[in-house]
């Protein structure tokens, strides 16, 4: 590719504070899907290929600084400064379950088998919570060498991966006996940590370099200097042949898996990009930052103009857009409340 692509993204407008965490979900029946995690304490859902905001979640009082959907995309988790962890069916809104933690949890995940929930935070102890059984003990892995930053499950939710906050490298745990099997060593903490959809690789971010890690060996597979400090990664989904990166300098990287050669780069943004993720079938990405937008970019040539979202719903592009416009008087300036009922959208605060 010998020119750099010039991208025009979809941008999502919503949120009053920084997104600070997106996840999307597999391709369902329904679509694929989209939820982020703010600091302004309500995490919400889109649609992800046309960002379209579905709902937000309403029930937790601090920053909100994780999000997760499950593989059916039927439930949601996040995890909040306000030392808990909520489960939400993604359908209504309703919170499930809060569960209650002692310290702020930057991070959780659903296992693949969607019957576990995983979360590490400030207090250095990965959780294990049943969602069969909800308001039993989780299981707990109490020797994590610092505040946990990101988790994940591999292996077939055989294996349990976590970062650190104020320390490099990945640890790896083995979920039977609770020790760490291997250790990813980085120089900086690792800010951002990816297993990729066919379960080969663990992309991770820490400091300036972006590396991939073999997932069953453990090997360091390719390690590319950036630009810049970047805080979170992504690799293509479907091909692997390209990787995505966006940091301290506001814009959104695109790259070479093979070479790591600069192939395109995405600006918009008005302050640090703190999350980016790709979409399940590779064909777009989003990004979240610092100035309180979601920007998804699509991977193939732009043939759209950028469309602004009212201070709720997401743009409205294509095939999508006859049944949005149908119900955009009954959704708009509403949001799913806490107890599943449809309400005026309210200032959502931090505390």
Same mark, same amino acid.
């Given at each position: 590719?010998?020119?750099?692509?010039?991208?025009?993204?979809?941008?999502?407008?919503?949120?009053?504070?920084?997104?600070?965490?997106?996840?999307?979900?597999?391709?369902?029946?329904?679509?694929?899907?989209?939820?982020?995690?703010?600091?302004?304490?309500?995490?919400?859902?889109?649609?992800?290929?046309?960002?379209?905001?579905?709902?937000?979640?309403?029930? !937790?009082?601090?920053?909100?600084?994780?999000?997760?959907?499950?593989?059916?995309?039927?439930?949601?988790?996040?995890?909040?400064?306000?030392?808990?962890?909520?489960?939400?069916?993604?359908?209504?809104?309703?919170?499930?379950?809060?569960?209650?933690?002692?310290?702020?949890?930057?991070?959780?995940?659903?296992?693949?088998?969607?019957?576990?929930?995983?979360?590490?935070?400030?207090?250095?102890?990965?959780?294990?919570?049943?969602?069969?059984?909800?308001?039993?003990?989780?299981?707990?892995?109490?020797?994590?060498?610092?505040?946990?930053?990101?988790?994940?499950?591999?292996?077939?939710?055989?294996?349990?991966?976590?970062?650190?906050?104020?320390?490099?490298?990945?640890?790896?745990?083995?979920?039977?006996?609770?020790?760490?099997?291997?250790?990813?060593?980085?120089?900086?903490?690792?800010?951002?940590?990816?297993?990729?959809?066919?379960?080969?690789?663990?992309?991770?971010?820490?400091?300036?370099?972006?590396?991939?890690?073999?997932?069953?060996?453990?090997?360091?597979?390719?390690?590319?200097?950036?630009?810049?400090?970047?805080?979170?990664?992504?690799?293509?989904?479907?091909?692997?042949?390209?990787?995505?990166?966006?940091?301290?300098?506001?814009?959104? !990287?695109?790259?070479?898996? !093979?070479?790591?050669?600069?192939?395109?780069?995405?600006?918009? !943004?008005?302050?640090?990009?703190?999350?980016?993720?790709?979409?399940?079938?590779?064909?777009?990405?989003?990004?979240?930052?610092?100035?309180?937008?979601?920007?998804?970019?699509?991977?193939?040539?732009?043939?759209?103009?950028?469309?602004?979202?009212?201070?709720?719903?997401?743009?409205?592009?294509?095939?999508?857009?006859?049944?949005?416009?149908?119900?955009?008087?009954?959704?708009?300036?509403?949001?799913?409340?806490?107890?599943?009922?449809?309400?005026?959208?309210?200032?959502?605060?931090?505390?």
């Amino acid at each position: 590719m010998d020119k750099k692509r010039m991208a025009v993204p979809l941008v999502c407008h919503g949120h009053s504070r920084p997104v600070v965490d997106l996840f999307y979900s597999p391709i369902t029946a329904d679509g694929f899907f989209l939820i982020s995690a703010s600091k302004d304490s309500s995490p919400m859902l889109r649609n992800g290929e046309t960002g379209d905001w579905i709902g937000t979640f309403e029930g !937790h009082k601090g920053a909100v600084w994780s999000c997760c959907l499950d593989t059916n995309a039927l439930r949601a988790a996040s995890g909040s400064a306000d030392f808990s962890a909520k489960l939400w069916d993604a359908l209504t809104g309703d919170e499930l379950h809060s569960f209650e933690h002692k310290h702020i949890v930057r991070a959780c995940a659903f296992s693949e088998d969607t019957h576990l929930l995983l979360t590490g935070g400030v207090e250095k102890i990965l959780r294990i919570f049943d969602l069969n059984r909800p308001d039993a003990p989780p299981r707990e892995v109490d020797n994590s060498p610092g505040s946990i930053r990101t988790v994940a499950w591999l292996h077939s939710d055989q294996t349990i991966l976590s970062s650190c906050t104020d320390i490099g490298g990945v640890r790896l745990w083995d979920v039977r006996s609770g020790k760490i099997v291997q250790t990813l060593e980085t120089k900086s903490p690792v800010t951002s940590a990816e297993v990729s959809q066919d379960g080969r690789y663990i992309t991770t971010a820490d400091g300036s370099a972006v590396k991939f890690w073999d997932a069953n060996h453990f090997g360091l597979v390719k390690s590319y200097n950036m630009p810049c400090n970047i805080e979170s990664a992504s690799l293509e989904p479907k091909l692997g042949n390209k990787f995505i990166a966006g940091g301290e300098d506001m814009w959104v !990287h695109l790259f070479d898996f !093979h070479t790591g050669e600069e192939i395109g780069c995405n600006k918009g !943004h008005h302050g640090p990009v703190h999350c980016v993720r790709f979409s399940p079938g590779g064909e777009s990405y989003a990004s979240g930052s610092e100035d309180g937008t979601i920007r998804i970019w699509q991977t193939g040539p732009a043939n759209h103009v950028e469309s602004d979202a009212n201070p709720v719903n997401g743009p409205v592009t294509g095939k999508a857009k006859a049944g949005a416009d149908e119900v955009t008087l009954k959704v708009e300036d509403l949001q799913i409340g806490k107890e599943g009922k449809i309400g005026e959208k309210d200032n959502a605060e931090e505390v």
